[in-house]
């Protein structure tokens, strides 16, 4: 009974991760062309795509962790999901190196 409700704990936690990245992602969404208004910029089509990106990425990562790990026991689906949660994280760090903030404004 403990194992399970630590099982459940953990998939709450992982869960909540996920959710995590895409209140930040919302928040860049929102914030950043009323921030770049206050400078007298506009965010243009790729600082778009890249905005939406970031809100997109954590829920198709969830999605395909939750459909690898559908027919698995507790273990190994809660390994999955953390893979998916670490892949999510690793994409969103390495687009914010690669992509340069000027790209994003006319």
Do not use: H
């Amino acid at each position: 009974m403990a194992s399970k409700i630590a099982g459940w704990a953990t998939f709450v936690l992982i869960a909540v991760l996920y959710g995590y990245m895409v209140v930040a992602a919302v928040g860049n969404l929102v914030m950043l062309p009323e921030m770049a208004a206050t400078l007298g910029l506009q965010v243009n089509a790729v600082g778009w795509f890249w905005l939406w990106l970031g809100v997109v990425l954590p829920l198709i990562g969830f999605a395909v962790a939750l459909l690898i790990s559908r027919r698995r026991k507790g273990g190994s689906k809660l390994l999955i999901l953390a893979t998916g949660l670490a892949v999510v994280a690793a994409l969103q760090l390495e687009i914010g190196l690669l992509v340069p903030p000027v790209s994003f404004f006319v």
